[in-house]
């Protein structure tokens, strides 16, 4: 259960934010996880709902979660192409496995929206 | 847009953030890097399931290379401090560290640990430090803690699709052990599928097969370690 650990890592980041930004509450948080970063995101979710209960700027914070797609990039043939999940990917043009990952792996925050 | 007309609603402001949620994880761990390089230590996270032989890899390990380097080992565990004590009988010094729950070691963790053992070396120095992580394949490969070299461990009774179900494990690590080589005739394992899945999710990654029962494969196991060591400041 890393998501636990990501969750408050997460929240003690906006929370050091918020303070630097002499924040009265924090209105939304946007992340940004990758479809190949190795998150269940409704995990996340729910550790990221406990875990805010310990900061009381963060009593109406809406956790939005932009998923990002997994793309790849063949290596022989150049095409770019999305796919399901990491295990064993293959490029549909050609058939390579020879492949470099273009997104999927994130894990941000992309920004947050306060009330000052 | 309320500051004036005072129905106590405050302004509104996106603060842009962009940035790795495991950024504070990252920076301890940068810390422990430098501390590691100014010691001339190199650092080895060893990844695997509990029970795939990390611990008796370290005991073969310490018996073939503890004359020749001075070796620590920091041994994440949930609870005990049994590993720790089997570290030590082979004559390497040990800190046991106990995650209390958590599945995974975190940088912060680690610097407590070094922390530790400097104070039970008395001013000398590691040539390597191993970190065993917690056993677990998922949760570890998220958290770097300053190593030099990422090691992932699968023993042959756990099958050869462990890379294909634990791709982050074996994509950011460096080396592959496949341990308990001795136990092949009694499963299926093929070393090869193994191999080629691992290369098809890290097409760097160097897989060593090795038994520390019979001793097979610890030459080129420890061939590797001397020749990691070589590399790093
Ligand atoms: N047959 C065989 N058993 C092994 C080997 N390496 C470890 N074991 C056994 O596997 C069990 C778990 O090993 P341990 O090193 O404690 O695993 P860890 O949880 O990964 O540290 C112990 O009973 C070991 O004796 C091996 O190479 N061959
Ligand atoms: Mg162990
Ligand atoms: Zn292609």
Redesign the pocket.
Same mark, same amino acid.
């Given at each position: 259960m890393h998501e636990l650990s990501i969750a408050t890592g997460i929240v003690d980041e906006i929370v050091r934010i918020a303070e630097e930004n002499r924040a009265k509450r924090v209105l939304a948080a946007n992340l940004r996880i990758g479809r190949g970063a190795g998150i269940v995101i409704d995990s996340l979710r729910f550790a990221l709902e406990v875990v805010k209960t310990a900061h009381p700027v963060l009593t109406s914070t809406e956790m939005r979660i932009d998923e990002v797609p997994l793309i790849y990039r063949c290596n022989d043939c150049g095409r770019e192409f999305e796919a399901d999940d990491l295990y064993l990917p293959r490029c549909p043009m050609c058939g390579s496995y020879n492949l470099r990952l273009v997104s999927g792996e994130e894990m941000d925050i992309k920004d947050i929206e306060i009330e000052v | 847009m309320c500051d004036t007309c005072g129905c106590g609603e405050g302004r509104r402001r996106t603060i842009e953030v962009n940035q790795d949620i495991l950024r504070a994880n990252r920076e301890i761990a940068l810390d422990n890097r430098r501390h590691l390089d100014s010691t001339g230590t190199i650092a080895i996270n060893l990844i695997?399931?509990?029970?795939?032989? !990390?611990?008796? %890899?370290? *005991?073969r390990t310490i018996e073939r290379l503890g004359r020749r380097f001075r070796i620590g080992v920091l041994e994440g565990d949930i609870e005990t401090e049994i590993?720790a004590e089997?570290i030590r009988k082979k004559g390497a010094v040990a800190v046991q560290l106990t995650t209390g729950g958590a599945c995974h070691l975190e940088s912060s963790l680690i610097h407590r640990g070094l922390h530790e053992l400097e104070g039970r070396l008395d001013g000398r120095r590691l040539d390597i430090l191993f970190i *065993?992580n917690v056993?677990n394949l998922v949760c570890p490969s998220f958290f770097e803690l300053g190593e030099h070299l990422r090691v992932v461990?699968v023993?042959v009774t756990e099958g050869a699709d462990k890379p294909l179900k634990y791709p982050k494990a074996f994509r950011t690590s460096s080396v592959f052990v496949i341990? !308990?080589?001795? %136990?092949i005739p009694y499963t299926d394992f093929d070393i090869k599928k193994a191999t080629e899945f691992a290369l098809s999710i890290n097409p760097s990654l160097e897989t060593i097969v090795?038994?520390?029962?019979?001793g097979d494969g610890i030459d080129e196991w420890v061939d590797l370690l001397i020749k990691a060591r070589k590399r790093t400041p």
């Open positions: - | 695997g399931s509990p029970g795939s032989g !990390k611990t008796t %890899l370290l *005991e590993d089997r *065993e056993g461990l023993s341990t !308990k080589a001795d %136990l090795t038994s520390s029962r019979t």
